[in-house]
Each structure stands twice: as structure tokens, then as C-alpha cells.
């Protein structure tokens, strides 16, 4: 699709009044730091991974189980609906890792997460209603290490949030990376949307374990979905084949995906639901013992 659709730019003003405000500066919150910047943990770097975790010893009950890890993926539309509540804390709960699009730090999603023991790292976006608005992964276990990156929506001037957590897995040298990304939405084009993608691209690639990589990735043209199948093929990245899927679509096209790799999937599906306008994502994988990543350009 060659064209900006008409009704997005028409929504556009909707999308940036008052209650929403943007920092010069990225802020990488987490449950332990609660409001402070994590200012070390923004720069996306692999060599960062081995030297935060260099000293830590861990027993296996603060690792992930190899032969089954339960992940879920949502955007959760800023908890805007009644009753987000309810139907979130009925499709998080008994997941290993929670990937969230358009998490808002409010008082109840911190106080669902606080009662089920999840740590949890947000890239923040934005601020809507002054509480801190953008990508979250919160998990059972706690990451060993989190980055995050942001760009700018070309035309509403908002940004958009990437967030990489490494995890580790008990019996496993590697670690799992969990990439959690919302794309950037309202371009003309596809220019900025490819730097994007090519931005976590050069993160991933770094990587020699195994991967999830999960979202709302606003594929809503052919030619966004060719940039990701593109990236997902140079590394070897499998897509997981929702049959007869509940997922959200956006002109004809599928916008929130799973990705994942070194990684064998035990069952997948899709909950339709009411409290957000894209449906939550559930797969439960186990480490793949034979996969053998191979050195990316």
C-alpha cells in the first residue's frame, strides 16, 4: 500500500492533546528502581550483558524452566477500557514472561503485578495523565539485563519503544532475549519504520541464544509485513501459524506478532477479548537442546 490511509490522518489531533507529554530524555523504569532513570540500561550493547552479569549467581528457581516457558503478548490499550482489569489479570496470570504494548503505570496495573510477584522494566514512551505510558515486560524471574531504544513517529511527533530483557534459563549457558517492541504507526512511508526495525535488527543479531521477539508491530501494509518477514528471515526467526487466529487486523493485515527462535513451541492461541482493542497472544515454548545459531552478518 502506497498511500497514508485518509482516516489515520484524521485521528491524528485526537492523539496528541494535553494529557499526553513527552521527555527529551528515554526513561527505562523498573520495579526496583520505580521512577528513576536507568541510564546505563538505555544503551543497547551485547558486550553490556556479560559484564552485569558477569558476578551474579543464581539458583534455578530464579531462572526460567527449559522445558516450559509461558510467555503472553499484548498491547493492553492503556487500560482505558473498564474493564481492563478483570480480563488482564485473567490472561497474564500463570505466564513466565508478560509482553505488554501501551502499558500505563498506574496504580492498579502496579498493584496486579506487585501481587503476583512479577518484576517488571517499562521503556517509557510518553506520559498520558502524567503517569509514565510505553513498552513493558514483566516476568517471573528476574532479567539479568534490559535495554531499551526510541524513535520518533514521524508525523505525530511521539515516539515509539523497543525493550530488550535477557533472562536466564536454568541449565543453559545462553540466555533468552526478549525483544518487546510497538512499531511506529503514521508514516507516508515505510523509511522511518525500516530504521526501526533495523535498530532491533542490530541487537538481535548480537545474540547467540535462543529469542522471542513479540509486539505490535502495525504491519497494516504489505510492505511493512515484507520488511519484517525480511528481517525475521536473516535471523532465522520462525513465526508461529495462528490458524484460525483471533489476532487484531488493521486493513487486511495482521498487526501483532510472535516471533521466535533456538525455541520449540509447545501450544499457542489467541483470547478475544473486550478490554483492548487487540487480542492477547499465549505461547508456551521449551528450549530446542539441538538449535545452533549461526554468525549473522
Known amino acids: 500500500m502506497r498511500f497514508f490511509p485518509k482516516f489515520l490522518i484524521l485521528l491524528m489531533p485526537l492523539l496528541t492533546t494535553a494529557c499526553v507529554s513527552v521527555s527529551t530524555e528515554q526513561l527505562v523504569l523498573n520495579s526496583t528502581t520505580s521512577n528513576e ?3 546505563a540500561q538505555g544503551v543497547c550493547d551485547a558486550r553490556n550483558v556479560a559484564q552485569d552479569s ?8 530464579d531462572k526460567l524452566d527449559p522445558q516450559n516457558i509461558s510467555i503472553l503478548n499484548w498491547n493492553i490499550y492503556k487500560g482505558q477500557r473498564d474493564n481492563w482489569p478483570e480480563e ?17 503505570l498506574g496504580s492498579e496495573l502496579q498493584s496486579i503485578l506487585a501481587r503476583n510477584d512479577y518484576h517488571w522494566t517499562l521503556n517509557t514512551a510518553f506520559y498520558y495523565h502524567d503517569k509514565a505510558t510505553g513498552v513493558m515486560t514483566a516476568s517471573s524471574v528476574k532479567p539479568v539485563y534490559s535495554c531499551g531504544q526510541r524513535i520518533t513517529e514521524p508525523l505525530i511527533r511521539t515516539p515509539k ?4 530483557n535477557y533472562f536466564p534459563i536454568a541449565g543453559q549457558q545462553e540466555y533468552l532475549l526478549v525483544a518487546n517492541i510497538h512499531s511506529v504507526n503514521f508514516t507516508f512511508g515505510v523509511d522511518v519504520y525500516k530504521q526501526q526495525i533495523k535498530q532491533l535488527y542490530e541487537v538481535i543479531r548480537q545474540h547467540e541464544g535462543p529469542v522471542v521477539l513479540a509486539g505490535d508491530f502495525n504491519t497494516w501494509s504489505d510492505a511493512r509485513m515484507r520488511i519484517m518477514n525480511d528481517m525475521a528471515e536473516q535471523l532465522s526467526l520462525s ?33 478475544p477479548v473486550t478490554s483492548s482493542n ?20
Open 37 to 39: 532513570i536507568s541510564g
Open 54 to 61: 558477569h558476578d551474579t549467581v543464581l539458583s534455578d528457581s
Open 88 to 104: 488482564f489479570r485473567k490472561y497474564s496470570s500463570k505466564h513466565d514472561i508478560i509482553i505488554i504494548q501501551e502499558a500505563h
Open 161 to 164: 519503544t523497543a525493550l530488550i
Open 239 to 271: 513465526s508461529l501459524d495462528y490458524s484460525g487466529h483471533n489476532r487484531t487486523i488493521v486493513l487486511g493485515n495482521v498487526i501483532d506478532h510472535m516471533f521466535y527462535r533456538g525455541l520449540i513451541p509447545i501450544e499457542y492461541k489467541v483470547w
Open 278 to 297: 487487540h487480542n492477547p497472544i499465549h505461547a508456551s515454548f521449551r528450549v530446542n537442546s539441538d538449535f545452533i545459531v549461526s554468525k549473522l552478518p
